[in-house]
């Protein structure tokens, strides 16, 4: 029974007690609370952005894809309906290719003698190995199939260049007089005493004074690989030269334009170098008392600490670079990209508990913690505003699947920062920026994949590396220590052509 | 460390609020009720807290971790029973998992099998104020602290000590037989010595 007293005697005693926690409780537990709003936000926005990115994205490729397929699609229509024509009227089954300005002296030759169908696949193979569209086949076979089914002596595919071609191109009524400005391909055919003549016009083809005749007749042979007489070595070359010299001015054209993206890399932020070491010394915990000097119920001041402490190891968090760039062909497998980025790195830490500002009126900052325990886990932000500056070399040949490997160098400038620096006696952490180096420099690497290459918003992807070549601090926690990063980089190229 | 020594008062105040709607404000995410609730509640929890630690910043420490812990569940409470004691509840909890992973705490915090000893019968007179006692108990060794504290005060059985602690159970009555007669002692001497010294005064 007396035990029992006991027992109920400290528990009304206990049952009294009430003391009132400092305020600095309250403030870490809101910001707690708030924190984890935040980060519910911040999941949000950053879950909306995907899904705008990859809506967009998927919006931006889809039309692009049914304009190619509707292209293909008209294409097979054409063709078809080509098909259908040339079976009901046989003059389609004898054709021939002749330079056109002398269809009778072919024709009688009997060089190009082949089906209507034929030279349709192979002057379509001819284009394709130019690199014209899918829009410039369509429009020949469209022009061609129509004037065939009409019955039309002469039909004339005109390539509009106004998408593909230089625009100075033009397409003269008359497909058989000599050009000065383009190569001609005509397609004569004869069927029942009518004679057939098609034109087509090649634009953006550079022009070969006085030649127009020969290699437009070598083109189509060598196309054809037909060995009429005309040496083969010759209309090789000119065929090569019409076809480097139409690449030429493509590529030109495309390298004079620089393009905009948009870049985000997602990694980890890592410190590293300088000879301080980061490692605490659990041994000086063991001298601290506890009781009575850490009691934030004592009045102490910073000159009643005799221990020296050491900082807790910093851990290496999560970092990402998110900006835009612009990108230009420096010759046909390189590239060079400029750009401007807001660069975040973090650091963690563990740290004890936030102290008033009042106990240490010497440290001026308001973001004080304690090293006496390691209960809290601190986040040491850094903000950067960077310009990166890359070369990118294109490995292999593939283009289906381009692989890059890109190295450059960034300046980056130090915006903001909410990182502590430790003070070994009485060990506290605190905040001061001062010690930073605010502009580094930094060398960058990484390997890329264009994905959808031939899309209309590729997307290079691929590991990234940097290296801050400048020293964060001079002095202080990170004294002597560079920052690095590594981690996957994605580009996306908007409006490209 | 400056103290909040409005916060008593602010308490009284709110002797007569409605807690329920307390708590579904909370669930709101409301701050002010946030802070109500805490306002209201902390001066006893940090009393509970101070009970376990050996500093008052440890136990602000399990305080914080323990009121963190408070609103992330506070959806799980049931209005059955009373806020108080779900609150206390945590907060031991929190405070038995600070000793457990805490490096200092978790040295002291072993339970060696002891010879049993028999139960004082003894039942000091307590001239001491509420936090006099306190201090009393937090000067115990920590394993026999933390059992005076959890039969003693919280109430609970030593089976279920035994079961918290992963201890056995003649473990924890041994501990807590010591750990009786050793306050015991502390509570008489310091009685008798509160008592002298206010004579001497007078």
């Known amino acids: 029974m007396e035990q029992n007293n006991f027992e109920k005697k400290i528990q009304q005693k206990l049952g009294e007690l009430k003391i009132p926690p400092s305020d600095a409780v309250w403030e870490h537990i809101e910001k707690h609370i708030n924190g984890r709003k935040d980060r519910k936000k911040i999941i949000l926005l950053f879950l909306v952005f995907i899904s705008l990115a990859s809506g967009g994205y998927y919006i931006l490729n889809s039309i692009a894809n ?70 410039f086949t369509t429009i020949k076979d469209r022009n061609l199939a129509v004037d065939s089914k009409n019955g039309n002596n002469k039909e004339t595919g005109t390539v509009d260049d106004n998408k593909n071609l230089p625009a100075n191109k033009q397409t003269l009524p008359d497909g058989r007089q000599a050009n000065s400005q383009k190569n ?143 990108e230009k062909n420096i010759s046909r497998k390189n590239k060079l990209d400029l750009g401007i980025s807001y660069k975040y790195y973090s650091l963690t830490n563990t740290t004890g508990n936030k102290i008033d500002f009042n106990i240490a009126p010497s440290l001026s900052t308001e973001n004080l913690y304690s090293s006496w325990s390691n209960s809290n886990t601190y986040r040491n932000n850094f903000h950067y505003i960077e310009i990166p500056v890359s070369l990118k070399f294109q490995l292999g040949h593939s283009e289906s699947l381009p692989i890059y490997w890109s190295v450059g160098m960034n300046v980056s400038q130090l915006i903001a920062s909410n990182s502590l620096q430790f003070k070994s006696s009485p060990g506290l952490y605190y905040n001061d920026n001062s010690f930073y180096n605010k502009t580094q420099f930094g060398l960058h690497t990484g390997f890329s994949a264009l994905l959808f290459a031939k899309a209309k918003v590729p997307v290079d992807i691929g590991p990234y590396f940097i290296y801050n070549t400048s020293r964060m601090a001079d002095d202080g926690l990170y004294g002597g220590k560079h920052f690095s990063f590594i981690g996957i980089k994605a580009g996306i190229l908007l409006g490209k052509k | 460390m400056q103290r909040n020594g409005k916060m008593d008062c602010q308490c009284n105040a709110m002797h007569q609020i409605d807690f329920s709607q307390i708590v579904k404000d909370c669930l709101k995410r409301k701050p002010e009720a946030q802070r109500m609730l805490y306002q209201h509640f902390a001066p006893t929890m940090l009393g509970v807290c101070f009970r376990y630690t050996k500093s008052m910043n440890d136990a602000e420490e399990v305080l914080q971790i323990g009121f963190i812990k408070v609103f992330e569940r506070l959806h799980q409470f049931k209005e059955e029973g009373e806020l108080a004691g779900w609150i206390r509840k945590i907060m031991v909890n929190a405070a038995l998992n600070y000793l457990k ?100 005064t007078k």
């Open chain 1, 184 to 326: 001609e391909l005509d397609i004569n055919s004869s069927a029942k005493g009518q004679e057939k003549n098609t034109s087509i016009v090649v634009a953006g083809i550079e022009n070969i004074p006085g030649k127009n005749e020969a290699s437009h007749n070598e083109m189509v042979i060598q196309n054809e690989k037909m060995a009429d007489g005309i040496s083969a070595d010759s209309s090789r070359d000119l065929s090569q030269k019409t076809r480097v010299s139409s690449k030429k001015s493509k590529r030109n054209q495309q390298n004079q334009k620089w393009k905009i993206g948009v870049t985000f890399s997602g990694g980890t932020s890592m410190i590293g170098g300088g000879g301080k070491s980061a490692t605490p010394n659990l041994s000086s915990f063991a001298n601290m008392d506890f009781i009575s000097v850490a009691s934030p119920a004592n009045n102490y001041s910073l000159s009643s600490f005799s221990n020296y402490f050491t900082p807790s190891s910093m851990k290496n968090s999560m970092a990402f670079i998110a900006g835009i760039f612009i």
């Open chain 2, 101 to 200: 992973t805490n490096q200092r705490y978790r040295y002291d915090l072993s339970f060696e099998e002891m010879p049993l000893h028999l139960v004082s019968t003894e039942n000091p007179e307590m001239n001491l104020r509420a936090k006099e006692l306190a201090e009393l108990i937090r000067q115990l060794p920590t394993g026999f602290q933390t059992i005076f504290n959890l039969y003693a005060v919280e109430g609970y059985k030593h089976k279920e000590i035994a079961a918290i602690l992963g201890i056995s159970e003649g473990t924890s009555r041994s501990q807590y037989a010591r750990a009786r007669m050793i306050l015991t002692e502390w509570i008489e001497k310091f009685s008798f010595k509160e008592q002298n010294d206010r004579y001497g």
């Open chain 1, 66 to 135: 049914d304009t190619k397929s509707k292209n293909q699609l008209e294409t097979a229509i054409v063709e078809t309906g080509s098909k259908q024509t040339k079976k009901e009227d046989s003059s389609f089954n004898k054709t021939t290719i002749s330079p056109g300005n002398d269809s009778e002296k072919d024709s009688a030759s009997g060089v190009n003698s082949t089906t209507h169908k034929t030279q349709f696949q192979k002057i379509e193979h001819n284009k394709i190995e130019r690199r014209t569209t899918n829009t």
